[in-house]
């Protein structure tokens, strides 16, 4: 079993930042950022693989930057511009993937989820 913990959930502006982050405690092969809105269905915000190959939602997209640091096994989300519509619960994951491609927003890439930490962007 792999264990995760985020941090770094807040309230915040429209326009302003939040840094998250979650350590895990284990770093695996695909390591994801999701996001769930009240009534929404659960979405994928961004990944990085174990080369560092990253993937963002297409509205995330130069807003935020996903990042990991194998050496504390932790990813952050940097999310820069931030807007009401990126309210929600900020969900961890991590897979070990062994398939040919880099991690993206399947299910079937993830095996292991932190219990989310709550992102709040007031306008």
């Known amino acids: 079993q792999v264990q995760l913990m985020e941090a770094g959930g807040g309230s915040v502006q429209a326009g302003g930042s939040l840094n998250l982050s979650c350590t895990a405690s284990?770093?695996?092969?695909?390591m994801a950022w999701f996001r769930q809105a009240p009534g929404k269905e659960r979405e994928g915000v961004a990944t990085?693989?174990?080369?560092?190959?990253?993937y963002y939602k297409d509205s995330v997209e130069g807003r935020f930057t996903i990042s990991r640091d194998n050496s504390v096994k932790t990813i952050y989300l940097q999310m820069n511009s931030l807007k009401p519509e990126d309210t929600g619960i900020y969900y961890c994951?991590?897979?070990?993937?062994?398939?040919?491609?880099?991690?993206?927003?399947?299910?079937?890439?993830?095996?292991?989820w932190g219990q989310g930490t709550q992102v709040t962007v007031s306008s």
């Open positions: 990085v693989s174990s080369t560092s190959a990253t």
């Open positions: 284990r770093s695996l092969r695909c």
């Open positions: 994951a991590a897979g070990f993937w062994r398939g040919r491609d880099d991690c993206f927003f399947d299910d079937d890439q993830y095996n292991f």
